[in-house]
């Protein structure tokens, strides 16, 4: 029997560091959010910024903010600044486009740096997102290029020396499962291999250090753990040793070296830049960067202790009072293996979700049997943790979710 107790989790509250940012943040008092591993909370700055960036940059400064207001700058000077979330340097880094987009950059580059070698390796239970990219890429270069899909417990053994491009997403998004990266990278460079690494559910929630790490190329999301808004662009990172020799498959003129020439022939900008691409969503892109200073205030060291904390503590609960109500644990057990997410499975999961939802707890649901919570260190409290397994055990207790209403299909789930 578990000794957690309602009271407990308040005073882990009442002891936890981080727990001044939860007031930064404009949050809904009548829900339990867990779900920012999909779309973050909003920074309350944001709102005046982006009353900012639409009044006064847009509606008054007009084309003149281009260089006023920074807009030119922004991807360059917002990666400069992730960089320092990540365990990249200025320079390497840039808030551009969508993650996928990145992806397929990230991977062509990677391919052009190995010329001779023609296979990429990846998992098939990955987000879909990255494998349609990555067949997509491979389809365009035609000849013989191929993905080897694998999953975690086959990577070894799929990566020789056939192999260009190891391409993986450390927190897998439906499990939560968290890879080595220091080990997976040694064992591509071993193989002669580059990386490139999906961080959409890393960055903000655990420690990333990519260039302790030697990793090749990175992407990322800005809207989840780095609380950047619906939408907002994604990142890439490039060794700063890649970047002279990558081919750029996707070129525009963003990352011409000299932009504003109009040349007629592409010539790579020096460094990270010749991966941007063209005009850049600008509100968007401005609306990115409260999430990614208030990431800054904290260590990294402070974020994981602090996710971990909570997320054991959702494991021990769910495990201690919703034994027998048909749960699964899906998230690797062992902390060090796991990301900031906890995947629970039930025959009935998106039902059980919307009922859930209903009853003031939102997570969500992954097909085909997942209920997913997020656990944001900067806003989610062990309070919060308590209560939402509480309203889940009643839930499972009660069957409310067998309701039709909670079978109806939504198009966002
Ligand atoms: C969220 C996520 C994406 C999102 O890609 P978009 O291009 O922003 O739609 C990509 N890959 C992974 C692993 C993700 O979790």
Redesign the pocket.
């Known amino acids: 029997m578990s000794t957690i107790t309602r009271a407990s989790c308040l005073a882990l509250d009442r002891a936890d560091e981080l727990a001044g940012f939860r007031a930064r943040f404009a949050l809904p008092e009548d829900r339990i959010y867990l779900d920012g591993n999909s779309l973050g909370a909003m920074p309350r700055v944001a709102s005046e910024l982006a009353q900012d960036v639409v009044a006064r940059q847009w509606g008054d400064g007009l084309v003149g903010s281009w260089n006023e207001a920074g807009w030119w700058q922004l991807p360059k000077r917002l990666g400069d600044k992730l960089a320092g979330l990540v365990g990249a340097d200025p320079g390497e880094v840039l808030v551009t486009d969508?993650?996928?987009?990145n992806?397929f950059k990230a991977v062509a580059a990677a391919l052009s740096l190995r010329p001779e070698r023609r296979v990429v390796v990846m998992e098939g239970s990955?987000?879909p997102?990255?494998n349609y990219v990555v067949q997509g890429l491979l389809e365009t270069l035609g000849r013989d290029y191929e993905i080897r899909f694998t999953e975690e417990e086959g990577l070894d053994a799929a990566i020789d020396d056939d192999v260009a491009v190891v391409c993986l997403?450390q927190v897998h998004?439906r499990s939560g499962r968290l890879l080595d990266m220091r080990a997976v990278t040694a064992a591509a460079h071993a193989a002669g291999a580059l990386t490139v690494w999906?961080l959409?559910?890393s960055t903000g929630a655990v420690v990333v250090d990519l260039n302790a790490c030697e990793a090749d190329f990175a992407v990322g999301?800005t809207?989840?753990y780095l609380n950047g808004g619906p939408g907002s662009p994604?990142y890439l990172f490039a060794a700063r040793r890649h970047q002279a020799g990558s081919g750029v498959p996707l070129r525009g003129w963003w990352g011409h070296e000299a932009p504003f020439d109009f040349v007629r022939d592409f010539r790579p900008a020096a460094g990270v830049a010749r991966f941007a691409t063209g005009t850049q969503p600008i509100v968007s892109l401005a609306l990115a960067e409260p999430g990614i200073d208030l990431a800054l205030e904290m260590t990294p060291t402070q974020l994981r202790r602090k996710s971990l904390s909570l997320t054991s503590l959702f494991i021990e609960l769910v495990e201690g009072r919703c034994d027998g109500l048909g749960l699964e644990l899906v998230t690797p057990r062992a902390p060090a293996r796991r990301g900031s997410q906890v995947a629970l499975r039930h025959p009935q999961a998106y039902a059980v979700m919307q009922a859930l939802i209903e009853k003031g707890v939102v997570g969500d649901f992954r097909a085909p049997d997942i209920l997913r919570f997020g656990f944001a260190a900067p806003y989610n409290s062990h309070l919060e943790v308590w209560d939402a397994v509480d309203r889940l055990q009643s839930l499972l207790r009660s069957e409310d979710w067998r309701a039709a209403r909670y079978a109806r299909r939504n198009p966002v789930t």
């Open positions: 969508a993650t996928g987009i992806l990955n987000f997102t990255d997403t998004y999906d959409s559910h999301c809207y989840k994604g």
